[in-house]
């Protein structure tokens, strides 16, 4: 999938606005909220942990080949035309 710019700002905006969600709630608010959805907290922060790790961890993949990208495709060497 080809790198597109407009991802990372959706993707930043996205989490932004989730982290003015979070912090504008109190700690009894998060607490009620996860028991009247009868999830386990250590379950939901754990699968939360996992899923922010493995697409920071995919993001370094991502930029490691970016990098990598222009040296990946050797180039010709181009001669003086001959005369």
Do not use: F
């Not at 608010?29 to 379950?43: F, L, T, V």
């Not at 495709?73 to 001669?79: H, Y």
């Amino acid at each position: 999938m080809p790198y597109n710019k407009r991802d990372d700002d959706h993707l930043e905006t996205a989490m932004n606005q989730l982290a003015d969600s979070v912090l504008g709630l109190s700690d009894d608010a998060i607490a009620d909220e996860i028991g009247e959805s009868g999830a386990d907290p250590e379950e939901d922060a754990e699968r939360t942990r996992l899923l922010l790790r493995t697409t920071s961890q995919g993001w370094a993949v991502r930029d490691a080949c970016v990098e990598k990208l222009p040296n990946a495709i050797p180039r010709r060497k181009v001669s003086a035309p001959k005369r």
